[in-house]
């Protein structure tokens, strides 16, 4: 009888033990979770910091640093066409998909038909299929 209550006290001694082991494991995880925090906001201020302001770009001589709503700003350079092929290299697509897109209006801006062959603007993009024009071009008919 004597060693049921000696076996039993050390049991109950043994869980007492088990339950502060999971406490301290607990308050570890989480003492554990704020040290990956700290470390990711860390680096974050570090390549904030490290980063170069931005610039901005020198006036050019005599302008007047006036702002003006609304006005475009032309771009001098020529601008510069693609063909269907380029194109379809480009987007790694068939020449036949880059056709279908121009027929559903799907490129932007618009390309040009030049005889029997399609230019296509450098800086084209292609608009999801909701946003294409939904009519056909006289090119396209």
């Known amino acids: 009888m004597e060693q049921i209550q000696k076996m039993e006290a050390e049991i109950l001694d043994l869980r007492r033990s088990v339950a502060e082991v999971a406490k301290q494991a607990t308050a570890t995880k989480y003492i554990v979770i704020a040290g990956v925090i700290l470390n990711v906001l860390f680096k974050?201020?570090?390549d904030c910091k490290n980063q170069s302001p931005p610039t901005i770009p020198p006036q050019s001589?005599?302008?007047n640093n006036a702002v003006?709503?609304?006005a475009a700003v032309k771009p001098e350079s020529k601008r510069v066409y693609l063909?269907?092929?380029d194109v379809a290299d480009r987007e790694n697509v068939s020449e036949?998909?880059?056709i279908t897109a121009i027929s559903q209006g799907r490129i932007s801006p618009q390309p040009e038909?030049?005889?029997r062959a399609w230019t296509i603007a450098a800086d084209y993009r292609f608009l999801p299929i909701m946003a294409?024009?939904?009519e056909p071009t006289k090119e396209n008919q």
């Open 44 to 46: 974050l201020i570090v």
């Open 61 to 63: 001589v005599g302008s």
């Open 68 to 70: 003006q709503i609304g």
């Open 83 to 85: 063909t269907v092929k």
């Open 96 to 98: 036949r998909t880059i």
């Open 113 to 115: 038909r030049d005889g």
């Open 132 to 134: 294409a024009v939904s």
